[in-house]
T-cell receptor, first 115, second 116 residues
């Protein structure tokens, strides 16, 4: 299947700092990318939908100023967790929708730990 | 919005047996139904998907069936192997047009354990 690369896979940061997570579609163009958060033993919670060249659409309850999303090209979307706090520690996963086909593939996820 | 219910939450089978996981959805606008396998600490891996213009799809030991009228779809794994052990998620969403283009709603997940 198609490959979605997420980087970094693990990151530890200090409280108050910002962290950027990248999501790349390696062998296809993705007009839409999605960012999820997953808590242990729970399902995926959609945070925002990112469309190339336009502003992201955030789900209810997700702070757009805290979770900055940029989708600058058809193969790259970034999530920046600003002024991170320990409660932001989580598993963040992106997915990408294959342009023209619609199949959705996920990245490997990024573990964020805020200390 | 869409609501997806998935059952069972846990499923334990013996190697070689079949496993069936069922999901229901609420939004008739949903027309794309993927299934993902997630291993511990990893991202979900697409294992099979089905669109609303077909009722069944097979890929080796994995099959998915869709009943649009009843709004339910199921994952069938035959001849299960220990390496099939993982968490399985169903999802539903619109896949063509509209503001929710490609947005998936996930089920709660099923922990499948295949005993050797």
């Amino acid at each position: 299947g198609a490959v979605v690369s997420q980087h970094p896979s693990r990151v530890i940061c200090k409280s108050g700092t910002s962290v950027k997570i990248e999501c790349r579609s390696l062998d296809f163009q993705a007009t839409t990318m999605f960012w999820y958060r997953q808590f242990p033993k729970q399902s995926l919670m959609l945070m925002a939908t990112s469309n190339e060249g336009s502003k992201a659409t955030y789900e209810q309850g997700v702070e757009k100023d805290k979770f900055l999303i940029n989708h600058a090209s058809l193969t790259l979307s970034t999530l920046t967790v600003t002024s991170a706090h320990p409660e932001d520690s989580s598993f963040y996963i992106c997915s990408a929708r294959v342009r023209g086909i619609g199949t959705i593939y996920f990245g490997e996820g990024s573990w964020l730990t805020v200390v | 919005g869409e609501n997806v219910e998935q059952h069972p939450s846990t499923l334990s089978v013996q190697e070689g047996d079949s496993a069936v996981i069922k999901c229901t959805y609420s939004d008739s606008a949903s027309n794309y139904f993927p299934w993902y396998k997630q291993e511990l600490g990893k991202g979900p891996q697409l294992i099979i998907d089905i669109r609303s213009n077909v009722g069944e799809k097979k890929d080796q030991r994995i099959a998915v069936t869709l009943n649009k009228t009843a709004k339910h779809f199921s994952l069938h794994i035959t001849e299960t192997q220990p390496e099939d052990s993982a968490v399985y998620f169903c999802a539903a969403g619109p896949n063509a047009g509209g503001t929710s283009y490609g947005k998936l709603t996930f089920g709660q997940g099923t922990i499948l354990t295949v005993h050797p």
